[in-house]
Every structure is written in C-alpha cells, then in structure tokens.
C-alpha cells in the first residue's frame, strides 16, 4: 500500500483552479476589451484566432519534448512563468500587430502546457485515473469566480481593468505549480513511438474528428457570446452570471462523473453529449431574447464541455497509453485550438447583428456531423496500447 500515495489532490486542483481563472476572465470578456479599444468585429474574431491557432503547435511541440525527456512538470513551470511575462506586453499594446504579437507569445505558453499538466495530473492519479474529474472540477470553480466576479465588476467598473485580472491569475498559476509535487512520468520507448501510425486507425481519427468539429462549433460562443447577449440587451452582470451557470452545471457533472463514466460508457456519453450540444447552439441562436430558455442553453454546457471532456480523457489515455501521453493530448489540444482558430476568423468575417441567430444555428450542425464521424470510427475496433 506505501508505493500508491495518496495523490495530491489539494495542489493539484490549486493549478486548475488558477489555471481557469485566467481562463475565466479572458474567454467572456475578451471581446468585450478589444470592443472598448475600437476593435470591429472582423479584428476581434482575427486577434482571438491569433490565441486559439497557437494551440496547433505548441502542444505538439512540448508534447514531443516531454514524452522524450519525462520533465513534464518542470515544463509546466517554465510556462506558466512565461504567461506572466508575455501578458505584460498587453498594457502597452493597444494596436492591432503589437497586440497579436503578445497574444501569439501569451498563447503559446498558454495553450501548451495544459496538455502536460493534465497528463502529469493522470501519472499522480495511477489507478485512481476515474477521479480525474474531482480534480478537474477546481479548473471550474475557477472559471466561474473570475467569470462571474469580473461581470459584476464591470457593471460598475471599466472593462480596462481586465488585463490586471488576468494578469494577478497568471501569477497565481505559476505560484501553485511550485507546489505540486514532481512526478515519474514514462518516456517514449521505440516500440510505441509511432503516433502516425496510431493516428491512421479509424476509431482514432474518427474520434479527433468529432472533437475537431465540436470545437469548431464553440467559435461562436467563446468569441462573440458576450457580444450577442449585450446586443441583445444582457447587462454585463447578467452576462456573467450566465458564464457562471455553464461552468457551475459542468462542475455538478465532473463531481459525479467518476461514478457515471464507468456505468454510461464514455462512447455512449461523447455520442449523447454531441447531440445536447447541437441542441444548445439552436436554443441560443434562435431564442436569445427569451431569458429563460437561454439560461436552460447554459446549463447545457455540462453535456457541450464536461460530459465530453472527461469521457475524451478516458479515451485518450486507452488509445496512446503511459509513454505517448502527452502526444495524445497534444494532438487533443491541438485539434481544440485548429477548430476555434478557424471558427473565430470566419465567425468574425461573417459577424453582424443579424447573422448570429443563423451563425450559432450552423454550429448545431457541425455537431450532428461529429456525431456521424463518431458513431462511425465505433464500428471499427478500438486499439489499445499497453501502458
């Protein structure tokens, strides 16, 4: 029994938790920052794809690092520090090219070092991996603090302060990663290196599909939500509080899921969860002046987001085992920020008043093709290589 400690679960959910509030406070009211600098809608869905598309490289980057060195947590380190710096550069930056240079050099540390730290989180987990969720369900709690505390802020206070927020969170990350402890992770071994290979089986690249084409259907939501409720009338307190009750009905989801994933099965549940986020995407485009049913739209996020993610990290560590972890979740995070990368720029081409009912109306139908491509890589034997 002394060789399974007890994972950290405190300093572990401690980074989630700070992780998502910077998260918490950028994905609402981004928009919202850039509007008040003069930013048109085109320049807004560009400058958030400048962030999202850093997440085509740098996961697979540090991926391949950490998978041959092992120093996964020393590389989160190293990020999260990087964070800290490179976001200072947004308090000078107040044209278009300075300010996608800092957010590519932010993005690039942001969105790489998620990936390691969530297989650093499975590696002190062991055979406990089903908690995962009571871990990741801090990052929530995060995300709603920030996107509710910065709502109720800026009803009263200008959105200018944001990029301090976020700044006092990015230094907090960085602090809890000191203190979670190192960990053994496997190294890529010969024998299992061939993530190419891996990639060409169907249930594979059928299930990075689906998650493709997910994400891509969340370009609108994380880039213009905000935007579409104030046109709409929604005070930025309202609108906070609507962030707040996505993320708090994906928290009630990760509390249970370590006991739901395992009686559901996670295809039935990523198939399920494809369904309910098409659902959520008609219900806000074509209801959005109807409070109630917008607010059922956001409890929605549990099946959109939570469901779909825990079940995606269950399935990634069967699929590439110990010693290709942190490749598989870079290709993960890679796909999640190729699809709202792509989906911001175009939504922010097509952004007017009028088009978003229609706009977050298509993205229903992206989900029903990625139910398709999910339901069809389920037909084919699933791989499986030994840990």
Not at 141 to 161: E, K, P, R
Not at 281 to 302: M, S
Request: hydrophobic residues 55%; aromatic residues 16%.
């Amino acid at each position: 029994m002394s060789s399974s400690p007890r994972p950290p679960f405190i300093r572990l959910g401690a980074f989630y938790f700070f992780y998502f509030a910077v998260i918490g406070g950028f994905m609402p009211y981004w928009g919202l920052y850039l509007q008040s600098l003069g930013f048109n809608a085109e320049a807004i869905g560009q400058l958030m794809a400048v962030v999202m598309a850093t997440r085509i490289i740098a996961p697979n980057f540090w991926g391949y690092i950490a998978d041959s060195t092992g120093q996964r947590l020393r590389l989160v380190r190293i990020g999260a520090f990087m964070i800290c710096i490179g976001w200072l550069g947004v308090f000078v930056a107040r044209e278009f090219w300075p300010l996608a240079a800092v957010l590519l050099a932010y993005g690039f540390f942001q969105n790489a070092i998620l990936a390691q730290f969530e297989a650093v989180t499975m590696a002190h987990l062991g055979r406990q991996r089903e908690r995962y969720s009571q871990v990741r369900v801090w990052g929530s709690l995060g995300f709603i603090v920030t996107g509710t505390g910065l709502g109720l802020a800026f009803d009263h206070y200008d959105v200018a302060m944001l990029p301090l927020a976020l700044l006092a969170c990015a230094v907090a990350t960085w602090l809890a990663s000191l203190f979670v402890p190192d960990i053994a992770t496997p190294t890529r071994h010969e024998a299992d290196s061939n993530v190419w290979q891996l990639l060409k089986q169907t249930p594979v690249w059928s299930f990075f599909l689906a998650h493709f084409l997910l994400q891509l259907s969340h370009a609108p939501y994380y880039t213009f939500y905000s935007i579409f409720l104030e046109e709409h009338g929604y005070s930025r307190t309202h609108i906070g509080w609507l962030w707040g009750v996505g993320v708090f009905a994906e928290v009630a989801i990760f509390i249970v899921m370590h006991k739901f994933l395992p009686w559901v099965g996670e295809q039935r549940l990523m198939l399920i969860s494809l369904l309910l986020a098409a659902l959520r995407w008609v219900l806000i485009g074509q209801f959005v002046d109807t409070v109630e049913v917008i607010w059922l739209a956001q409890l929605l996020h549990a099946a959109s987001f939570a469901t779909f993610h825990a079940a995606a990290m269950t399935r990634i560590y069967r699929y590439f085992g110990d010693g290709n972890q942190g490749q598989g979740q870079a290709v993960y995070s890679m796909l999640w920020g190729t699809g709202v990368a792509l989906g911001s720029w175009w939504v922010g081409m097509l952004w007017a008043p009028d088009t978003g009912p229609w706009i977050f109306t298509a993205a229903a139908g992206l989900c029903v093709l990625a139910f398709i491509a999910l339901h069809y890589g389920a037909r084919r034997s699933l791989p499986t290589i030994s840990a």
